[in-house]
């Protein structure tokens, strides 16, 4: 059964670091064919792409909020995804999902579009809160 397992969340006060893992495993194909992003959902809001990567790593995109505070990564041959997530405000708390699809999108446009990519994690809370 494929699993895209999420971890590294919680509570964090504002100017604080996380980093989000998404460990996938049992996927029908190399981890290298595979766009990657990471999603989040605050109560109340729409879902919203946060950053997205390029098979080979390549491309990152992040949404302008986030700009350079957090960094997206991979390691193909360990099939996990990262997010590096500093300076953290209130309006980061939300739930995060990580995402993967074997489509040739560019990861703004897979990011931007939001489309019922091929595998999702099951979600991971974060919450930043003094």
């Known amino acids: 059964q494929v699993q895209f397992v999420e971890s590294g969340g919680g509570l964090v006060q504002p100017g604080g670091s996380l980093r989000l893992s998404c460990a996938a495993s049992?996927?029908?194909?190399?981890?290298?064919?595979?766009?990657v992003g990471w999603f989040r959902q605050a109560p109340g809001k729409e879902r919203e792409g946060v950053s997205c990567?390029?098979?080979?790593?390549?491309?990152?995109y992040y949404t302008d909020s986030v700009k350079g505070r957090f960094t997206i990564s991979r390691d193909n041959d360990r099939k996990t995804i990262y997010l590096h997530m500093a300076n953290l405000s209130p309006d980061d708390t939300g739930t995060y999902y990580c995402?993967?699809?074997?489509?040739?999108?560019?990861?703004?446009?897979?990011?931007?579009?939001?489309?019922?990519?091929?595998?999702w994690g099951q979600g991971i809370q974060v919450t930043v809160s003094s």
């Open positions: 995402t993967a699809d074997l489509s040739n999108l560019d990861p703004q446009r897979m990011c931007t579009l939001g489309l019922p990519y091929d595998h």
């Open positions: 049992e996927i029908p194909f190399p981890f290298d064919h595979y766009v």
């Open positions: 990567l390029g098979k080979d790593g390549d491309s990152p």
